[in-house]
């Protein structure tokens, strides 16, 4: 299944313009959690408290909450339900986490409208998912990573794409920058280089993108890959899961 997106520039505008909030009373979930969202490229504020979010909400309408359930003020399922039944939050999507996995408090969560009970010790695929379907207007399924890495294009002449890197990448696409823009449904066949692992593909060009209209403001395309040997597929995904993962101690988001 392709992994579909609108033009970089609508995304780019459209999530300058929001923010998630996550609300935990325990510092070390909270560091863990927002060094998640940080690396799926999400803007959010924090809140340690059912109070503080609930203040928050009314000065500035997050896109998201992601709200823990043992909250030193008051209980997870309590904050959801003011979220809900005030006008200014109530369309706004929930996500609750929970510290063990539990399906008479997951029902609890659905009931009071929110989308989703995440199990800690939370799983990054599984997290990045499920906000990706709360606020992407065309969600993605994997996990994508901002890095920079080298890569070649093979069929096209030695000085056409001197230079060109890797913005973002994830196992079924990503975002080559270069400056040498060429036709939509292009295939190129490319040699991307990670960590000293050479791997070949194939790649249709899905958009182009000039300067400053590019994810981040950077000229170039946005490919889908669509030949790659699956040894190498779940090489980048693992590649990509230890990158957003790391220095997270396991058990700690």
Known sequence: MADQRTHPSENSADKKRRFLMV?????????????????????????????????SAMVAVPSLVITALGLKD????????????????????????NSHEDLDVKKRCLELGALGCLSRPLDAETLYRTVQVAVEKNPRSCMRLRTVQPIKVNNMPDDGFYGAYTLDLSERGM?????????????????????????????TVLYGCQAGGGPYCEPGLGLQIVRIAPKDQQFIRQFIRNEVTRGIAPGNA
Not at 28 to 41: K, Q
Request: aromatic share 6%; glycine share 4%; charged share 20%.
């Open 74 to 97: 008051m209980h997870g399922f309590e904050l959801m339900r003011q979220l809900k039944q005030n006008p200014l939050t109530s369309q706004v999507p929930l996500i609750a986490l």
């Open 23 to 55: 609300v935990d009373s325990d510092a070390r979930n909270l560091s863990c959690l927002s060094t998640l969202l940080d690396r799926f490229n999400y803007q959010f504020c924090i809140a340690t408290s059912a109070g503080e979010a609930l203040e």
């Open 175 to 203: 975002f080559l920058r270069t400056v040498n823009p060429v036709p939509v449904h292009t295939r190129l066949s490319l040699q991307l280089n990670i960590d000293g692992r050479i791997i070949e593909l194939e790649a």
